[in-house]
């Protein structure tokens, strides 16, 4: 009896190991297939060789280099503003709209619950032309009317960053209301607190963590994009990514590759901070 | 005894669409009375909790706090408090913050507050807890948590939802003998929805006992158990021998009932009934005698035990009499013998008979 138990554990277990080695083999190429190339990236914002093509020996020069060129360090800071207002706008918005959503029944609610998706379905560039197209029409109805003439700047990319980012708000949002238990709700009433109050100290601190996320969210979405910012953005302004591209047209430096490696990094950090967020909360 | 009225609902008519939750009920519930609504579930009793504590308003009719209009007062506004099933603790929240939570609305002062959570967390006994998360407690803990929450408040009413039915048996009796206890010290009013007739029993100074919206029958617990006034009560209330038939003699005191089968049986009627009416019969097992030979002065019935269910402090049997009419007989096992021959056994013949009085003739 026992040793038959033992044999058929030690068959199984074998048959265990060969799965697992191919399973953890599996694992390994994913991820190197994932990072090989930002890994190379990393490594070459460091090499002395200035196409930045082969490892000539380590220096931090690009980096030092990088915080010297104000027009690179102005389009960084454009970003970092537009990505601060962009959150801020799409996180209120998308956390009431979220809230509305998952609260209440009115008429068209179904409808604009798959409007509410569309922008994450659709396709960026569509959305980008839709934007840029959307712009110079209503500027040139305003001219007509008031003969102001308005231009594309920091705002019209602040404006269109809000209209994509709220969807993946709600949707980050909507997911931490599902589990809220309306009860505490009515508890909160119940004990006196009225319909503000109970939003402040109630709902609002148990959706927080989905709150931050959906924030963290259109911060890193806003930060990385180019297709939606480069149509928007009009001629004044310049942005991290559009001046990137517009750099990378002539050459590929290793002060490319260090601006780069510095976005990877925040965004990276981001992500880390929202996981950690949701973790805690579900501790 | 003049008593006044701490909630009266008048006509109160609850519709969710097409269904009719609360059906024109009229309650008048005592300042200071333990009151339990009873009933299965989907009766109506926790939407009549609701529309008091002033999550629900009514469809139509009225309800008085105090003698106060409320029915369009929303919750935040009225001067009542509600125990959950769920108990609705603030998860972000300590235990202390959570019993807080009310005083802070009311504007009460810091000190103040912190001397009556104190005193409202020893009062449950969880005194040495106030620091600890919702989470870390267990269930009971919990319960008692939510019990401190409302009560703190003072409340003229406290409305408790079902709130000893998450927890186990034996936990949920000693709540029991716990919550009639705080009842009495602090001199609040309780209105307690369950579905549990002995913990209404138990509790209860009152009970109304509700099925599909109505109101069936209000009255104190031994009311509600010695004479219900339905069918439907006799039979949520504890167990029942029904038996249906014929009013053949209306007017006497004890009424006479044609079962079928040339067997007449008397009982007791609250009305009087037009002979020739449908009518039941219920009666109590524990209320039923079998013995061995006729009894004197009462009238008896010849019966054949079917079943013996030996329980420890009672025998349950079941008889049936001439005509296939089932009864169930409970004895209490006063004598201690381990002579099987001092039980009845399945097949014996013997008489059962009852006090008329404890037999009801029901029309419902």
């Known amino acids: 009896m026992i040793d038959f138990s033992v044999s058929n554990r030690t068959v199984g277990g074998e048959r265990h190991t060969v799965g697992r080695r191919v399973l953890g083999a599996h694992a390994w190429l994913t991820y190197i297939f994932l990072y090989a190339p930002i890994v190379v990236l990393v490594l070459f914002s460091f090499t002395k060789d200035s196409f930045g093509v082969r490892w000539t020996g380590f220096t931090f020069d690009w980096y030092v280099r990088l915080f010297n060129d104000t027009r690179m360090m102005r389009a960084a800071g454009n970003t970092l503003w537009v990505a601060l207002v962009t959150t801020i706008v799409a996180t209120v918005m998308g956390t009431l709209m979220a809230i509305a959503m998952e609260r209440y029944r009115f008429r068209g609610r179904g409808g604009l619950d798959a409007l509410l998706y569309l922008p994450i379905v659709i396709p960026e560039i569509v959305m980008a032309l839709a934007l840029l197209a959307f712009f110079s029409f209503s500027f ?43 009860r505490l709700e009515e508890a909160a009433a119940d004990l006196g607190a009225d319909p503000r109050t109970i939003f402040w100290r109630v709902t609002l601190p148990l959706i927080m963590p989905g709150v931050i996320g959906g924030a963290l969210l259109a911060f890193t979405l806003s930060l990385d994009d180019f297709i939606i910012s480069f149509f928007t953005v009009g001629p004044g302004t310049n942005l991290l990514p559009v001046e990137v591209y517009g750099r990378v047209k002539r050459a590929v430096t290793p002060a490319i590759n260090a601006i780069s490696t510095l976005m990877l990094v925040l965004s990276m950090l981001l992500i880390f901070l929202s996981q950690f967020v949701q973790r805690r909360a579900n501790r | ?160 939802d079902e709130p000893l039915g998450a927890l186990d048996l034996k936990l949920r009796k000693e709540m029991q003998i716990e919550l009639k206890r705080l009842q009495q ?54 167990e029942a021998n029904f038996v249906t038939g014929t009013m053949i003699d209306g007017a006497s005191t004890h009424c006479a009932v044609d079962v079928g089968n040339g067997i007449i049986l008397k009982g007791l009627h609250q009305e009087p009934i037009a002979n020739g009416t449908a009518v039941t019969i219920a009666v109590r ?54 002579d099987r021959d001092a039980y009845w056994q399945r097949g014996e013949q013997g008489y059962v008979s009852w006090n008329p009085d404890n037999a009801l003739v029901l029309v419902k």
Not at chain 2, 211 to 227: A, D, F, H, M, N
Not at chain 2, 305 to 334: K, M, P
Request: charged residues 20%; contains cysteine; hydrophobic residues 40%.
């Open chain 1, 140 to 182: 040139g109805i305003i001219e007509s009317i008031t003969g102001v003439t308005l231009r594309m700047n920091i705002w019209t990319v602040i404006m269109s960053h809000v209209a994509f980012c709220i969807s993946f708000v709600v949707v980050v949002v909507r997911a931490s209301l599902k589990g809220f238990d309306m």
């Open chain 2, 1 to 160: 005894m003049i008593t006044t009225s701490a909630v009266v609902l008048q006509q109160v008519t609850k519709r969710f669409q097409q269904v009719i939750a609360v059906d024109t009920l009229d309650l008048d519930i005592r300042d200071g009375e333990f009151f339990s609504l009873l009933g299965p579930s989907g009766c109506g009793k926790t939407t009549t909790l609701r529309m008091i504590a002033g999550f629900e308003f009514p469809t139509t009719g009225s309800i008085y706090l105090g003698g106060e209009h409320v029915e369009r007062i929303p919750a935040h506004q009225r001067n009542v408090n509600t125990v959950f099933q769920s108990y609705a603790l603030f998860p972000h929240m300590t235990v202390a913050e959570n019993v807080a939570f009310g005083l802070e609305m009311k504007k009460v002062s810091k000190t103040d507050i912190k001397n009556r959570v104190g005193e409202a967390l020893r009062m449950v006994q969880l005194g040495d807890y106030g620091h600890r998360r919702p989470k870390q407690l267990s269930g009971g803990q919990q319960q008692r948590v939510a019990l401190a929450r409302a009560l703190v408040n003072r409340p003229k009413v406290l409305l408790l």
């Open chain 2, 285 to 338: 097992p524990e209320k039923l005698r079998l013995s061995v030979s006729p009894p004197d002065g009462s009238s008896y019935y010849p019966a054949t035990v079917e079943q013996v269910v030996y329980i420890g402090s009672d025998t349950r049997l079941t008889v049936t009499l001439v005509g296939g009419i089932t009864l169930d007989v409970w004895e209490q096992n006063s004598r201690s013998t381990l």
């Open chain 2, 185 to 238: 010290e602090v001199g609040i009013t309780f209105i307690y929805v369950t579905h549990d007739q002995e913990e209404a029993l138990t509790m209860s100074d009152r009970i109304a006992v509700m099925s599909s919206g109505k109101l069936l029958q209000v009255g104190s617990p031994t009311e509600i158990y010695e004479r219900p006034n339905c069918r439907f009560v006799a039979d949520f209330i504890g």
